[in-house]
């Protein structure tokens, strides 16, 4: 098994390294959708962070989603009400700089407002009495902190998704241009996804494209293989690469999640 080591991800948070992580995008400024609420949290330093909730069900599963590196949380007002007549709440989160929020997204920041959010988001859910059940979701970039909050908060989810994730940072990194080698950037100075996801013990699902041409298929399979989930399963999309598994699924996407996050409404054990 492979080890967390100590890391505050600060030997990657360099400009240099974030402009080539972030590609943050202004919120196009139109109206929040029915049933959708927008809310800014704080994550000190006088920075909110933007996050669009899609509102079911209160007794419904609550998807806390991670977005890749290019979208914001407006991309998803199709897939909100998708997920609500399916019976899920869609909780939608920037990141710095992206949609609504303020300040510049960094990789040294990007976990611990993930965590600032999870506290925050959980304590809403207290507040507002919705009794269903949380789950953690990221995709692609957004696999980081949905694993790190997974992995540290484990207690107070009822489950782990992952979509287009990546095991591995340097293979990443290295693909967004980074000089890995001459930079010295070594595997304990990522995201260290695989150990971290090997603590994680409540049920994980994992999305994956065929011909993900990022993310290989393979790194999806050592985080099925190291996760420490006693129930873990894995679905792979067919034809599929890195940014059309939705388009290639239809509606299937979004049933497929509701019948992971359902099936987890009324488990006793992990």
Known sequence: MIKESANSLSFLDRPEINSLVFYPRPDPGVPTPAGAEDYLFPVGS????GARFYLSDPGGPHLLFFHGN????????????LYRELGLTLLAMDYR???KSQGSPSVATLLTDGLN?????????????RPGPL?????????APAIDIASKRTEKIAGLIIESGFAYSLP???LMGIPVEEMGIQEKDGFQNVPKIAKVTKPTFI????????????QADVLLKNSGARRKEM????????????FRCGRAYFETIARFANSLKKRGKD
Request: charged fraction near 20%; charge should be negative; glycine fraction near 16%.
């Open 117 to 129: 959010l999870f506290d925050q988001t959980y304590e809403w859910i207290q507040e507002k009495g």
């Open 207 to 218: 999305l994956h494209a065929q011909f993900d041409e990022l993310i290989p298929l393979a």
């Open 46 to 49: 006088g920075v909110g962070i």
């Open 97 to 99: 700089g992206y949609g």
């Open 135 to 143: 789950l953690i979701m990221g995709r692609s970039l957004g696999s």
């Open 172 to 174: 990443l990194l290295a």
């Open 70 to 81: 290019g979208e914001i949380a407006s991309d998803y007002d199709e897939a909100g009400p």
């Open 235 to 246: 679905v792979v999309v067919p034809g599929a690469g890195h940014n059309d598994i939705i």
